[in-house]
């Protein structure tokens, strides 16, 4: 099998190279091309160990530093985003999309145009292109699978149902590591506090998306656009142990649920070996030390992402885009301490009601060169919206 890992020196792609590093001493696995960014040791590393053919970084200041690692190597070594997107033209067995926002969404279209199968931890790209790519998908009889873990879970609920007994679909959230502060402390909540995840661990950004919960919003609009599901039929649920990775419940009222423990090794292993299930040497639960699952409502005060989410469902598909490249713009400027916490999502309610915004809600994006339009717009405009 043939398979290529984007953004592979980050948190996905550490746990790919992982559950592949046991399972190919079962069986043929090679890895033909990693990309990474800034991490050059980390990415030379993989791609000594695993004798890849072609590494990228993203960042063209790091080419000739890995070029220099790898000289004594056969191995091509490219930079920029123009040799991202040309590593997603090749053709490849298994592909994993886990670049972090949107610089991951042409690779991944791309790599849907070209691959048999594309497994998508990258959620911006269905966010943002979610049409498209389901679109592309069926074109190109690519098999398109959902890494991210409420929707690998919602996937492997579905296996053998049919979408047309779906009731409700239920995301679970851990909640983050605010779950249980006031409006007037999450104001004041500093940097270290939002990366504190209380279950997952996972790269810096989505933690603190984890913390506002506009990672969860995000993956409301992700599971819209998978499933082709309505706004009513998407719920969520405050479930602190994160165990249950998301629910299913069908016509009849019965509810299937997919539970694991807090390790994306599990949902990209199932990517890998689909529609198979393989022996892995991965943790199980053990339910007995667990005791016992719990579950709240949202509070949609503390946590405006998920009533802003509901805008973006309501819409029909141009508002992912901004919805998206607003929140980046946000998570930049509370990272570099220019915004306080809840000022993220006031500055992306705030870009999604201008008037020039408000008017792309009945425009479904047709072409990544229109949804990469919106992007630089809504960018522009969110850098330099005052709170
Ligand atoms: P991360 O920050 O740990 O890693 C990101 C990867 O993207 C790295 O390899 C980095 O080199 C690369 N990258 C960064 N900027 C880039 C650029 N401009 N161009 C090309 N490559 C670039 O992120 P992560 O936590 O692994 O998340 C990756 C994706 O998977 C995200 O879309 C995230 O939402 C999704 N996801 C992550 C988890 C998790 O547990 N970490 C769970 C579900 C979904
Ligand atoms: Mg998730």
Known sequence: MKVIIFGATGSIGQ??????????????????????????????RDAIEFNVERVVTANDE?????????????????????????????????????????????????????????????????????KIIMDMAEKFHTTILPVDSEHNAIFQCLNGESIKTVRKVTLTASGGPFR???????????????????????????????ATMFNKALELIEAKYF??????QLDVIIHPESIIHSMVNFSDNSTIAQLGPHDMKHAIAYTLNYPNRKATTLD???????????????????FPALRLAQVVLKSEGGLGAVFNAAKEVALDRFISGEIGFLDMSSLVEEVLMLP???????????????????????RRIAKETRL
């Open 62 to 130: 790091h080419l000739s530093q890995l070029r220099h690692n790898l000289a004594s190597y056969e191995i091509k070594v490219l930079s920029g985003s123009e040799a991202i997107l040309e590593t997603a033209q090749i053709e490849a067995d298994w592909v994993l999309s886990a670049i972090i926002g949107y610089n991951g969404v042409p690779p991944t279209l791309e790599a849907i145009r070209n691959s048999k199968t594309v497994a998508i931890a990258n959620k911006e790209s269905l966010v943002c292109a979610g």
């Open 15 to 44: 746990s790919a190279l992982k559950v592949i590093r046991e399972q190919r001493k079962q069986e043929d696995i090679q890895i033909i091309a990693i990309t990474g960014n800034n991490n050059v040791e980390q990415l030379c």
């Open 227 to 232: 499933f082709h599901l309505k706004t009513d």
């Open 180 to 210: 249980n502060w006031t409006l007037e402390e999450m104001k004041k909540a500093t940097l270290l506090e939002a990366l504190a995840h209380p279950t997952w661990s996972m790269g810096k950004r989505i933690s603190i998306d984890s």
């Open 356 to 378: 020039e915004i408000i008017g792309l809600e009945h425009k479904s994006p047709v072409s990544l060169n229109e949804v990469s339009e919106v992007n630089d717009l809504v």
């Open 284 to 302: 199980e639960i053990d339910f007995a030390a667990q005791g016992k699952l719990t579950f709240e409502a949202p509070d949609y005060d503390r």
